[in-house]
């Protein structure tokens, strides 16, 4: 165990950072999505760190982070123009783009395949390290493999104490959900993970349908083979049972109301718990999706603190930023919707 500091991301912080990056060492950092746990995508001793901190499977790649266009530079093979359009379009901000890979970009974060993820973060602390390191930087977010990602520095020490050097205090994330991920390194482009920019904005620049991809809405089926390796495994999951209550508010209330007990809780949208007789947390409000992104995972954290087992979740609409909450909702429960 190594003792782990927590400092308010000031620039004699954002020094400590970029020196430790450059030292081969891990560090956390807010992005405008969620925490990450950065280390230079140059350099595999310290893309290795970051598994081991997370117990992340190794075959699950990692997104690389630059601060700047010309840093793409032999981290991809080719820059196809649909990626210029993306990145005018939605760069510095939550959006993945996956390319062909480059010779520089170390073999531990593309996890054996031939393709780079990169992303271009907005958040200011991000973008000064990045600056300060001057590397570019494979960064997943900050959870322990499996659980909720973090959206508070609070949240990264809960999972990382001991297991890294230096955490970077840059307040609440404004997005709250990870970043959307879209591949170029097909023949079509692909909606892998829904995120804040939407499928609906990526058609728009793109002028051509987006496809989604299967694991987005569903469980991959046995055999099936996941596009994007990170789909196949078990995610975003809390200590309690949740379950997706799929239907108006006033059924909800009614199937909360038949199965309350004993450390059954009900995730819902803010102003409905009133009236419910069981404990709830809220996740937002109904009407506002980008509020429910920033919330959820935070949500989902406090019901493992509260010690909540049995969780009846409100379901958020299925479109726009809602896809992004219902994508990360329906993993922490399994799967398991109830259609009232
Ligand atoms: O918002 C975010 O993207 C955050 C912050 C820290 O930037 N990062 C993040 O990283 O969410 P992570 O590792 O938790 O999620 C990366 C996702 C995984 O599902 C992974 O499988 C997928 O991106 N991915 C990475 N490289 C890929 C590649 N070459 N091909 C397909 N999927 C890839
Ligand atoms: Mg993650």
Aim: net charge neutral.
């Amino acid at each position: 165990m190594m003792n782990t500091i927590l400092a308010k991301a000031d620039k004699a912080a954002v020094e400590k950072a970029a020196a430790l990056l450059a030292a081969g060492q891990i560090v956390a950092i807010p992005t405008e999505t969620v925490y990450g746990i950065a280390a230079s995508a140059l350099n595999g001793a310290a893309v290795k760190k970051i598994f081991e901190a997370k117990g992340r499977p190794q075959d699950n790649p990692l997104i690389v982070h630059i601060d700047r266009l010309e840093m793409l530079k032999g981290l991809v093979a080719t820059v196809p123009e649909k990626a210029l359009a993306l990145a005018a379009a939605f760069w510095p901000g939550p959006l993945t783009i996956i390319l062909p890979r480059g010779p520089k970009v170390a073999d531990e974060v593309c996890a054996g395949l031939d393709t780079v993820a990169i992303r271009m973060p907005s958040h200011p602390v991000a973008r000064a390290v990045i600056a300060a390191s001057g590397l570019p930087l494979a960064a997943p977010s900050a959870n322990r493999s499996g659980g909720p990602s973090p959206t508070t520095a609070a949240d990264v020490l809960a999972d990382m104490e001991g297991r890294l050097p230096l955490i970077l205090d840059g307040g609440s994330c404004g997005v709250g959900v990870e970043s959307t991920v879209i591949t170029l390194a097909g023949q079509t482009p692909v909606l892998l993970r829904p995120g804040f920019v939407t499928k609906e904005q990526l058609e728009q620049v793109l002028g051509c349908p987006v496809e989604l991809a299967g694991a987005v809405l569903h469980q991959l089926k046995e055999g099936e083979t996941a596009r994007s390796p990170g789909m196949k495994y078990k995610h975003y999951a809390p200590k309690a049972h949740v379950t997706i209550l799929r239907g108006d508010l006033d059924a909800y209330r009614a199937y909360v109301s038949g199965h309350a007990g004993p450390g059954v809780w009900a995730l819902c949208f803010d102003g409905e718990g009133e009236g419910l007789p069981v404990p709830s947390v809220s996740y937002g409000a109904r009407e506002d999706d980008a509020s429910q992104a920033r919330e959820l995972f935070s949500a989902l954290r406090r019901l493992d603190e509260q010690g909540a087992e049995r969780v009846y979740a409100r379901c958020p609409h299925i479109g726009g930023v809602g896809l992004a909450v219902y994508n990360r909702l329906v993993r922490a429960a399994a799967f398991e919707v109830v259609e009232l």
